[in-house]
C-alpha cells in the first residue's frame, strides 16, 4: 500500500485510488484495517493499522485508540468525560487514556481557529 499523487498533488491512497481527504476513519482488528470513507463506503485492506499510521499521520490524520485512527476534518464532538469521538457519519469511535489529553488539546485549538473565523 502506498500514496500516490494525481496531477493536481492531491494524495490517494492503495488501488482503489481513494483521495485521503474521503477517508473518515480507519479501525484496525488484528491484520486487517477498515476503511469508512465520506460517501458510506466501507473497503477492507490486509495491512495494519500502523502502516496506514505511518503514510497519514503527517496529513493531519490522528492515532487517537490502538483501533482507531481518525481524520480530524470529519470530527463532530470530542467528549472526554465518556472517551468518545463522534464523527460526521454518524460513528463512534473510543479514545484510549493516554491519548485523551493531545485530543482535548487539539479539540481546544480547532474552536479557537473557528472563533477567530
Known sequence: ???????????????????????????????????????????????????????LCPYGFLRIHRAYIINPHYLLHCDIALKSVHLVNGMTATISRRKCKILSSFTKKKASLMNKQ
Do not use: A, W
Open 1 to 55: 500500500m502506498n500514496l500516490q499523487f494525481t496531477l493536481q498533488h492531491e494524495p490517494i491512497l492503495g488501488k482503489n485510488r481513494i483521495p485521503i481527504r474521503q477517508i473518515v476513519l480507519l479501525e484496525g482488528d488484528i491484520n486487517y484495517t477498515y476503511c469508512y470513507l465520506g460517501n458510506g463506503r466501507k473497503l477492507v485492506f490486509s495491512t495494519t493499522l500502523k502502516h496506514f499510521e505511518s503514510l
